[in-house]
Every structure is written in structure tokens, then in C-alpha cells.
T-cell receptor, first 113, second 114 residues
């Protein structure tokens, strides 16, 4: 059983650019959630995808968008990057009804300069 | 407005002693609580959870206590081991509403000293 895989592990982008982060969910999991963890903070919910549809969204602007594919993998896209977007981006997969908590990937460390 | 608060950024405990990590929440709709452990360069890993219908849940060395009236939960680790050194996150959700994004605290860094 494979866990959650995220790519890339590290990324440096310039303010104003666009970025795409990728996530492969754990085998058997059909729901993917994305979290942003800024330095010294806890993870903050961005959005969740279930059956290729957005199924809930946190307090993030529309320039944060996502996709889920038929194999349940997912992408997080961020347009018009700002310095404050620098953070660890965590992907978590789960069954739709949370029972024992999410399985998180190791994250993508995004630095915006 | 932080709905889940971990007021101690760090905690140091000697090996073999008890570690107590605390968490407070403000949203009375939360009905499911989880603790995650995070090592550097890894994602958070699930540790233990508790439903609001219980006041205690135990799993080996880890016990979580829930005090609903005080909106407070705590994680006890007995005995503490050096491998327990990590950042611990408390998280809460409104599981019965169906859509259950987790709301996390800022974390407490536990250092277990040999």
C-alpha cells in the first residue's frame, strides 16, 4: 500500500508567477484535501476534492485552484504568486467519511522571492 | 480568530516521565478531535482521536482526554521516549456535518531528553 506522494519536494518561484503542485493519493482513498502550513503555524485548509469536484473550501482567494483526476490524484494551482504564499503545502487523502484521520504527504516547500 | 489553540509552543520532558500536551477550542460544533505528530521533512502522521461522546481514549502509551464543558483536550504520553520528540498538532472537525476539513492548532514542539 503506497502512501501519499507529493511533487516537487521543493520549489522556488518569483512573485507574480504561477505554480502547479501535484499529489497522488493513497491507494483506496477517493478524497484529497490541500493544506497550507506557513512557518510557525498549523496547517490551514485550502480545499477538498471528491469525485473530481470541489467539496469544500477554506478562506483562500480564487487564485488558489485545484483539480482532481479520475485516478484520484490532484493538483493545486496558484496564480499571481505573492511573497506570503511561501509555505509548506500538504496534500492529504482520505475516505470521504473521515474515520481515523487523513494520510498526509511530506509536502511541497514553496518559496516565493 | 483561532478556533483551536495550543498555547505552549514547546515542552521539554525527561525520558520515562509523562508528557502532557494541551489544546483548547472555541467552536462548540466540533465533535471529533485528533492529534497528529510531525517530524521534520515529513507530513503529519495520525496519532490518536476522540469523539465528543467520549471523555477518554487510550492507545498504548498515548491517552487523550476530552473535557467538553471546558472545551479542552490533552494528550498524555507515558512513558515518554526520545523518539517522541516531534511537533504535535491538535486538530478538530465537525464530523457529523459531513464535510470535515480539519482545523489545526499551531502545534507544540516536544523534546524528550534522554
Amino acid at each position: 500500500e503506497t502512501g501519499v506522494t507529493q511533487s516537487p519536494t521543493h520549489l522556488i518561484k518569483t512573485r507574480g508567477q504561477q505554480v502547479t503542485l501535484r499529489c497522488s493519493s493513497q491507494s483506496g482513498h477517493n478524497t484529497v484535501s490541500w493544506y497550507q502550513q506557513a512557518l510557525g503555524q498549523g496547517p490551514q485548509f485550502i480545499f477538498q476534492y471528491y469525485r473530481e469536484e470541489e467539496n469544500g473550501r477554506g478562506n483562500f482567494p480564487p487564485r488558489f485552484s485545484g483539480l482532481q483526476f479520475p485516478n484520484y490524484s490532484s493538483e493545486l494551482n496558484v496564480n499571481a504568486l505573492e511573497l506570503d504564499d511561501s509555505a509548506l503545502y500538504l496534500c492529504a487523502s482520505s475516505l470521504h467519511v473521515v474515520s481515523y484521520g487523513y494520510t498526509f504527504g511530506s509536502g511541497t516547500r514553496l518559496t516565493v522571492v | 480568530d483561532q478556533q483551536v489553540k495550543q498555547n505552549s509552543p514547546s515542552l521539554s520532558v525527561q525520558e520515562g516521565r509523562i508528557s502532557i500536551l494541551n489544546c483548547d477550542y472555541t467552536n462548540s460544533m466540533f465533535d471529533y478531535f485528533l492529534w497528529y505528530k510531525k517530524y521534520p521533512a515529513e507530513g503529519p502522521t495520525f496519532l490518536i482521536s476522540i469523539s465528543s461522546i467520549k471523555d477518554k481514549n487510550e492507545d498504548g502509551r498515548f491517552t487523550v482526554f476530552l473535557n467538553k464543558s471546558a472545551k479542552h483536550l490533552s494528550l498524555h504520553i507515558v512513558p515518554s521516549q526520545p523518539g517522541d520528540s516531534a511537533v504535535y498538532f491538535c486538530a478538530a472537525s465537525t464530523r457529523n456535518s459531513g464535510n470535515t476539513p480539519l482545523v489545526f492548532g499551531k502545534g507544540t514542539r516536544l523534546s524528550v531528553i534522554a
